[in-house]
């Protein structure tokens, strides 16, 4: 394939390779650093736990009903930045982008946003400058959207999910807001291989062969990367854009994830951070990060209540109990977590995203499709094995190893990436800070043609298609992608819900109608017709927001007619410069876009293309209105506003009613331990587990559900890991199926850099009883020996 897989284990001349890289990276890290002499805007950056419950709740993603959260690997953010002009401080025109390590953005979360913050801050920041778009992330939370084909699984809404999301956009756009200081931007990029292959090719080589020819690759390869840095405390963070689906963890996975990029996200935070910390070091890049990689610096001398004594431990939590941050998004002084106190202080942090882009009919799974029964690849046009879909499975990097391997290794080829191009960028963001947002109705929209015919979108419908999914997870139905007839049970189900109008059927065609989704509106509509579309300017650097999944060349076809339309009306301001990236899964979901040649194979994608084969030319035409407003500084034409379903919603999903210990036993108290005396090595795992609480009654945002900690001669135990490192994965299940007797276990697999030294492990919780409070507590392991 040509393409050089990134190891954790550098053979020498690979080292040697890095330094020389580094080395001159280093010299455009200098120029770079010169260049913010000429801060040109505001900047502010803004982090907050969006993480959710993680219990019972269904993932949202695969559309497993078997999927439902039972812990944490690590924690999810939603991670923003705002860049005003600087010239005018006060009102300023300016645009804020929230990337959520969450499926896709949702309406109902985004009008509550607006909402708040419309209430603290007046007419600063509406639907029309603030952009939020999903990592796409399959392992997080479900239930926070508001149509009903995006509910089934996750048994209707989960209000804890949405309040969830919309609490912590909130406070990480407050964060941002306030941290609004004079900065300068650059701009970077190149290609990240290794990272994504097309899961639809077979649809993808339906596209004209003069158009293919016109690019390398059957997938966008290129990251896209913006640096911000301050004026005087230096790099505050970066965003990155770059399309990967969010399905290195598979459809079985239970913990909660932020998947490839949330991966990404926090190995690159990790990286700034080391590297800040250690002054001898400043250049450190990423190979010296991966080999140090590990906790030395995450010691902390005030832990706060965990090791304090002093209050809030035991039994007696109170309401910022351990681990927690206060509301308003500050940290209180003895409350910090570890992480918060690894790489965030009041005033400055360093804020990393990686966002999603023209994502449809992208896979991490770069092995390849194969069958799960014979081992041999599946069949090409319909990802099948002997006619099955659910045989046939994408294989992540690391196969055989296990998802989390791969999760690992797509997030790093993508921190690497970002961290390269990080210290590189030297080109910078110059020129005015501009925004146009729009609802478009996409059921029934004329449509122009280039070939001057005037066609139609369709009413939304999804086809049988849909239900096969795809090879990164595969449907639960009896379904192939690329079917065009469909099986009778479903015909039956789908018509007994709306049979399509003849009208409809020649409309969607050649896709069959599996639900007619832009028909049914009992008990309330089931996927979206209005939908927001919009364009931020930021200097040359321009961002389109897609409510939905575009395949690899609908996004180029998109992105393509944005920047001719700039440049023919934008009488000079903008020019072949001009960087037009897209930001997918952002301000609603509507699934896929694909090209009217991909749609006429009817794979996945396909299928899932709502509003028929001129969806994607419906898209174009919309942006293009967009991009002369734009450049012509007008306003869009008065346009629907889309329904908020909020008051609507059911929620089927029991709460928890109460949880017990057995007889003798309270919460927190150890079901397994470590084994006595017991000394362990780099490497191995550390299992430990306690009676427990279900997550749902505590969050612990901002917070930590486990700990490992350390001893510290002069100054006790030490927090080393919790909940959000790569280390230390936080399991919960119940005793048996049905009981409301819950475990927690902790498996630490201790990292190559951890200090030889005495250990123990620590759980915090919260229990409800039937009638009481919600009551926190924690427990502790044994002391165990790493001894190396
Ligand atoms: C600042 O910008 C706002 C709106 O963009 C404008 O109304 C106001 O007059 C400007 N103030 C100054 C001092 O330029
Ligand atoms: C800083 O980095 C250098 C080079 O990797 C290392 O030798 C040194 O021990 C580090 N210092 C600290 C305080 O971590
Ligand atoms: C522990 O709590 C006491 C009393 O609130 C406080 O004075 C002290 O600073 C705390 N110590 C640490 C290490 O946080
Ligand atoms: C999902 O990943 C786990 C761990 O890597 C593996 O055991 C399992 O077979 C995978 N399942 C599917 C359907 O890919
Ligand atoms: C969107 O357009 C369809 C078809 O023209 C129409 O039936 C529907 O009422 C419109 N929806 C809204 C919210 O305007
Ligand atoms: C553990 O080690 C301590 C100190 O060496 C010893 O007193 C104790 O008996 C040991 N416990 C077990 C169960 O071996």
Redesign the pocket.
Known sequence: MGEQPFRMHFGYKEVIRKLLLLASSALFLRASVEATSLSNFLIGMGSYDITGPAADVNMMGYGNTGQSAAGIHFRLRARVFIVAEA??I????RVVFVNLDACMASMVVTLRVLSRLKQRYGDLYTAKNVAISGTHTHSGPGGYLQYVLYLVTSLGFVRQSFEALANGIELAIVEAHENLRPGSIFLNGGEVLGANINRSPSAYLNNPIEERLRYKYDVDKEMSLLKFVDSERGPVGSFSWFPVHGTSMNRTNQLISGDNKGAAARFMEDWFQRRKLNATHEDAGWVDFVQHRGAATRRSSTYGNARNGSGRTGHEAGENGPLRRHPSGRLSSNTQKVRSKFSRSMSSSFVSAFCQSNVGDTTPNTLGQFCLDSGLPCEFYTSTCNGKSQQCVGRGPAYPRDHFESTRMIGEKQAEAATKFFQEAQVQVHGKISFKQTFVNFSRLSVGLPSGEIVSTCPAAVGFGFAAGTSDGPGAFDFTQGDKQGNLFWRLVGGALHRPSQEQINCQKPKPILIDTGEISTPYAWTPSVLPIQILQIGQFIVLSVPGEMTTMAGRRLRNAVKETLIEKGSGQFNSETHVVIAGLAGDYSQYITTYEEYQVQRYEGASTLFGPHTLQAYIQEFKKLAGALALETEPAPAPLPPNLLDLQHEFLPGVEADRTPPGITFGDLKQDVQPNSSYRTGDTVSVSFYTGNPRNDLFTEGSYALVEMIDGASGWQPMYDDDDWSLKFRWSRSSPMSIISIAELDWTIPKTAPRGVYRMRHFGAHKSFLGPIQRFTGTSSGFLVAG
């Open positions: 010239s005018n006060t009102d300023g025109k």
